[in-house]
């Protein structure tokens, strides 16, 4: 599931379909999920969301729309558990602004999923996304409300968490800023 929906209001503009090496950073986070394992791949989009399809135009993807997308993250995260195929064992949840997340990374991650396990990628002790949520979790995702992720439920099922090493600062680079978009775009022109 990637989180398509905010209206990017520290960014100044929608920072999803900013240009990023050509494309618009939505495309660039798509890109690497569609190159894991990950299948399928639902994009939940609020703000512009006709405008985040056609950026998206040619992926392998369903995109499905918040309309109440201004409500919080949690609104889009709950529209896509609803749509996970039944027999979905778990999701791997990811933001729309996190391009620098690989595949290898992605597939790092589930391939320490297993029933019943959240995986949180981690470096230096610290907890960073994106999060696999185990099918068991989604009825108390689907409760949430607001602008938190389901983060917040780690508590609750904290004996569940498997902590996977990932070396990619990526897992903590969300691009909410002009300054980190910028910083964004010459780390992908540089060699």
């Known amino acids: 599931i990637v989180l398509a929906a905010g209206a990017s209001s520290r960014m100044g503009h929608f920072k999803l379909l900013a240009d990023v090496g050509g494309k618009p950073m939505i495309a660039h986070t798509v890109g690497h999920v569609l190159a894991s394992r990950a299948r399928p791949v639902l994009v939940v989009a609020g703000n512009q969301a006709d405008r985040v399809a056609q950026a998206l135009a040619g992926f392998d993807v369903t995109c499905l729309e918040n309309p109440d997308y201004a409500g919080g ?9 609803a749509a996970l195929p039944a027999a979905a064992a778990g ?68 004996a569940d968490i498997v902590e996977v090493q990932i070396e990619t600062p990526g897992i903590f680079e969300d691009i909410d800023t002009p300054d980190a978009l910028a910083a964004l775009r010459d780390r992908l022109k540089a060699p």
Request: charged fraction near 20%; glycine fraction near 12%.
């Open 73 to 81: 993250l949690a609104g889009s995260l709950k529209i896509g558990i």
């Open 91 to 158: 999701a791997i949840v990811i933001l729309g602004d996190m391009p620098e997340v690989s595949a290898a990374d992605i597939d790092r991650l589930l391939a320490h999923f297993a029933p019943g396990r959240i995986v949180v990628p981690v470096q230096g002790g610290r907890r960073g996304n994106p999060v696999v949520w185990p099918r068991a979790a989604f009825p108390r995702i689907l409760t949430l409300e607001g602008d938190a992720g389901a983060r917040r439920l780690m508590q609750a099922f904290a």
